[in-house]
């Protein structure tokens, strides 16, 4: 470095020093990469656990990676697949229950899977094998007539058809032993609402034990009923499964009074997850967990006169059948509890614009001044409420709501129902919805132990957060279940279980039965610091402190 001049050779030592930097960096990173690669093996990918299980199909070892692979990776790749082959393991193990409940789970989580047809023949197999001709029936005949299933497949279920039924107990409803506990669910699996009946069926599979919870899984044996005819008959083919000890479902009210009263006349008992008017007049047998218009109506009117105070109510509806019975219902008991209703408004379905509903409602006075050139409208509300109903979406809220402030309606309560309960209502509504009081059947970040249990199971299984459908779904079967006795199907006793339940612990709350319908404390929801709580629930201090600062 002797021709090096003083100023070349810092800069030299410079590009040295980095050079020197540049190097450790990369032996950490080749280091790091050594070690996660010693660590690979312990967590297997998926095709190295299909590798290993067509090299040695039998090693229980290979078998606990790949239901290990299942449960840990609940939308990860291949999971349908892995489902399809641990289903078949344990179906060549003869463990019916064990392979059912591996099937079902590919057909609720992955029902566009291309292997959904093979899960479908599969399960029908075990149903033949395990005396449930009738539902293996209806199965195959699902593969045999569909243009997505294969050709062989297809071929294969027709086959499958015409062999000759063992001997079965599908028939005899007497009590018998040694039968896989099973329930039945009645749900639209297709057509516009059958995400809905995707959404039931996650929480019945969840309380059903399929994913790995302790204790002996129980079996779910579907019918898809959608808004058409055909509940009869589906509830005819479930009670007529020995195993079977009760049913959930239907969703709908175009099927619910029917399916109430075939359920009545087979003697099973029948949770129904539906609002239909009347529906438990059906008989004994017949039960319900809903959150029904008149019973979240009738939460909020108390609370809102007896506890907050109020006195005098404005309601404001949308021209729907929901907006139109929580109206009725919500006026109905409010005047029950000695409050009164100033004006009951309605407006179009989808309206964005409440400015003609808001004068109305509030008989607001205009008067107009000039200051220069400019016209000046100042408003006068001629109607005095303490608080103003709002039934309808949180979106429809959040646009309503500033028209209060515009109008200068100052001092009224804003109340809402359980089409509030979105994390974008604060969001969209800002600084005008704080404060709001709405009620739900169900609410994912409550303080209940129980709501809680559920919950984290529920996301550990699925990947998101369970709504009121799921949690309520989960409730009738777990209800269903709870009373199941694993030796014997009777299902007399089990709807004598069902009437007699009182303050039993759910995800939806302390639960009781009375005259068949579910009765419960309801979930009574606030807006603070932008972000929806219980109330009465202890206060998240730090995040309110973060919130009040911005």
């Avoid at 997505?148 to 107990?169: D, F, N, V």
């Avoid at 057509?191 to 809905?196: K, L, M, R």
């Avoid at 009224?412 to 994390?423: D, I, K, R, T």
């Amino acid at each position: 470095m002797n021709g090096v001049n003083s100023l070349d050779r810092h800069a030299f030592m410079r590009l040295i020093r980095r050079a020197l930097i540049t190097a450790a960096a990369i032996i950490i990173t080749a280091a790091c990469a050594s070690r996660a690669a010693e660590d690979a093996p312990q967590k297997a990918d998926i095709v190295s656990i299909f590798t290993a299980l067509d090299e040695r199909p039998g090693d229980a070892g290979t078998i606990a990676a790949l239901e290990g692979y299942v449960n840990e990776n609940p939308q990860g790749e291949a999971v349908d697949e892995a489902l399809l082959r641990l289903g078949r393991i344990r179906a060549g193990a003869k463990d019916w229950g064990g392979a059912s409940a591996s099937l079902q789970r590919l057909l609720t989580d992955w029902p566009g899977s291309r292997f959904k047809f093979d899960a479908l023949y599969d399960l029908a197999a075990i149903r033949l094998k395990t005396g449930h001709s009738d539902d293996a029936k209806s199965l195959l005949e699902t593969v045999a007539t569909s243009a997505e299933a294969t050709a062989t497949l297809r071929a294969r279920a027709r086959s499958l058809l015409k062999t000759p039924a063992p001997q079965a107990a599908d028939n005899a409803l007497k009590p018998q032993k040694n039968l896989t506990p099973a329930i039945g669910a009645l749900l639209p699996l297709k057509g516009q609402y059958a995400q809905y009946g995707a959404d039931a069926l996650k929480g019945i599979m969840l309380a059903a034990g399929v994913f790995g919870q302790t204790g002996r899984p129980v079996e779910v044996f579907t019918r898809d009923l959608g808004p058409e005819a055909g509940a009869e008959a589906a509830v005819t083919e479930l009670a007529a499964n020995a195993a079977i000890t009760g049913i959930v479902g239907p969703l709908l009210s175009s099927t619910a009074l029917d399916a109430a009263k075939a359920a009545q006349d087979k003697k099973i008992p029948i949770i129904a997850l539906s609002q239909r008017e009347g529906l438990t007049d059906a008989g004994d047998y017949v039960f319900r967990n809903f959150l029904t218009p008149q019973a979240q109506a009738a939460y909020l009117a108390e609370y809102a006169c007896k506890v907050m105070g109020k006195k005098n109510f404005v309601i404001l509806y949308p021209q729907n059948n929901y907006g139109a019975e929580l109206a009725k219902h919500f006026s109905t008991e409010i005047i029950k509890d000695g409050c009164s209703v100033a004006a009951s408004v309605s407006y179009p379905t989808g309206a964005t614009d409440f400015g003609q509903q808001m004068r109305q409602a509030f008989a607001v006075k205009v008067k107009e001044r000039k200051e220069g050139r400019r016209v000046i409208k100042e408003y006068t509300p001629g109607v005095t409420a303490d608080a103003v109903y709002i039934p309808d979406s949180f979106e429809t809220a959040a646009l309503a709501a500033p028209y209060l402030e515009y109008y200068n309606i100052t001092g009224v309560q804003l109340l809402g129902s359980n089409a509030w309960n979105s994390p974008k209502l604060a969001q969209l509504g800002g600084k005008q919805l704080e404060g709001a009081v709405f009620v739900d059947g169900f609410f994912a970040d409550s303080a209940r132990t129980e709501t809680q249990a559920f919950v984290a199971r529920f996301r550990e299984v699925y990947g998101v957060d369970p709504g009121v459908i799921e949690a309520e779904a989960y409730d009738a079967a777990m209800m269903l279940i709870t009373g199941m006795d694993a030796a014997k199907t009777d299902r007399q006793a089990g709807a004598s279980r069902l009437r007699s339940l009182k303050d039993w612990k759910g995800a939806t709350g302390d639960l009781s039965l009375s005259n068949g319908d579910v009765k419960r404390r309801l979930f009574l929801l606030t807006v603070k610091n932008g972000r929806i709580i219980e109330v009465g629930a202890a206060p998240h201090a730090e995040q309110d402190r973060k919130a009040a600062d911005r």
